[in-house]
């Protein structure tokens, strides 16, 4: 039996790794405090639920769902967008719902690379990205997100035959793992180079609605013009706590959503349509629960930035996103800092190399751990501060 070579060059998803040493520390007795995996902890909303279990009991929503969603959801993320953006879509040609953002994420590339085409992905970032361009027989081309830039892309660096082969550019703000933010400036210098050479933008937005101290973060599709080069993935995920319910959106350029809508119809089924359902009242209905949420990942935010300064290490107070992106004192790698935490203290953190090689130097810590074990964890942590 011989692999595919896209299969044999195919690294082991990182969280996958992550899960396999929790479980392995626990089946020596070990009581491990997970900072890893960006999977809020809060429930889903009552009253999403509630609407869930409605439509759970509806014989039409027990049959195979369309393609594209059904025409609610469509129009719910459109006033979604309107309310939240003040950006309008054609809920018919513009929208399009996804078995969670990944999905989308990860099958975009199909609609665009050919071999031997170019993607242009941030590194660090999330793994997707270069993922699905590889699976599409593409290239990319990293884009170095590097602290002094402010963990934006230096678009100026880029050679210009890289430009000129390009097909996609991938961004995401506020972003995982630095937990970074855009303007709305850095966003019209996007559309402007995507304009210039042709290149379809794919912005990764789901944390728009994870934010602290009073910031707003926006969306790429606000700026003038952008709507002609982009797509905007989103997610019902971390906004509204429905990580394990799969359902996400698509929605920007007429013709970049048709595009993937013809790769789902020939791949997938569509969203369950009692999740839809779930997801149209998440959308439209009250809005109180997301404020809710952010005053208590802001709180697990302060705390862990004291814990991790009085390590020594180097924090920016993150504005936005689900994640802590800490620089490690000199003299280790990020995974042998990861792997002395994990052993002296019993607490998981993701090495920044996890996300590409520009992530060495860093650890994220993700703020989706129950308020306890954040207690525990950081008192595991602060014995350690002497040592380092």
């Known amino acids: ?167 996609l550019m991938w961004i995401s703000y506020p972003n995982n793992p630095t937990a970074a933010i855009a303007d709305l400036d850095f966003f019209e210098k996007v559309v402007a180079f995507a304009k210039r050479h042709d290149i379809v933008v794919c912005h990764d937005g789901p944390y728009t609605e994870v934010a602290f101290d009073g910031y707003k973060p926006v969306s790429f599709l ?59 009242a998440a959308l439209l209905g009250n809005q109180d629960c997301i404020a809710e949420h952010n005053a208590i990942y802001q709180r697990r935010r302060d705390k862990v930035v004291k814990t991790l300064k009085k390590l020594g290490l180097k924090v920016n107070t993150p504005k936005a996103s689900l994640y802590v992106w800490a620089k490690i004192p000199k003299g280790y790698t990020s995974f042998d800092f990861c792997t002395r935490l994990l052993d002296e203290a019993a607490v998981v953190v993701t090495p920044g190399t996890g996300y590409g090689k520009y992530g060495e130097g860093y650890i994220r810590l993700s703020l989706t751990t129950p308020d306890d074990r954040v207690k525990e964890g950081l008192a595991r942590l602060e014995k350690l501060a002497k040592k380092f």
């Not at 692999?3 to 060059?9: C, M, S, V």
């Not at 699905?132 to 002094?148: N, V």
């Not at 013009?225 to 509204?240: L, M, P």
């Not at 706590?241 to 997938?268: F, P």
């Open 1 to 167: 039996m011989q692999l595919a070579k896209r299969i044999e060059k195919l690294p082991p998803y990182l969280f996958v790794q992550i899960s396999k040493k929790i479980a392995e520390k626990k089946a020596q007795g070990i009581d491990v405090i997970s900072f890893g995996i960006g999977d809020p902890d809060i429930p889903t909303p009552p009253h999403v639920i509630k609407r869930l279990c409605q439509a759970a009991r509806d014989p039409t929503n027990h049959r195979y769902p369309e393609t594209e969603g059904l025409p609610e959801l469509r129009k719910a993320i459109a006033e979604w967008y309107h309310q939240r953006f003040g950006i309008s879509l054609n809920p018919d040609k513009e929208v399009l719902p996804l078995i969670g953002s990944k999905e989308g994420i990860g099958h975009i590339a199909l609609c665009f690379i050919d071999p031997g085409d170019i993607a242009l992905v941030p590194d660090p970032a999330y793994p997707v990205y270069a993922i699905g361009t590889m699976f599409a027989g593409g290239e990319s081309y990293f884009m170095p997100l590097i602290e002094k830039n402010g963990f934006l892309p230096d678009l100026d660096t880029i050679p210009a035959w890289v430009a000129q082969k390009a097909k």
């Open 222 to 280: 606000q700026v003038k013009g952008a709507k002609d080069i982009s797509v905007e993935f989103h997610s019902c995920s971390k906004s509204y706590n429905m990580t394990g319910w799969r359902i996400g959106m698509a929605v920007g350029n007429e013709k970049i959503v048709n595009a993937l809508m013809r790769v789902k119809s020939n791949l997938d089924t569509g969203v369950p349509q009692a999740i839809q359902h779930a997801a149209i």
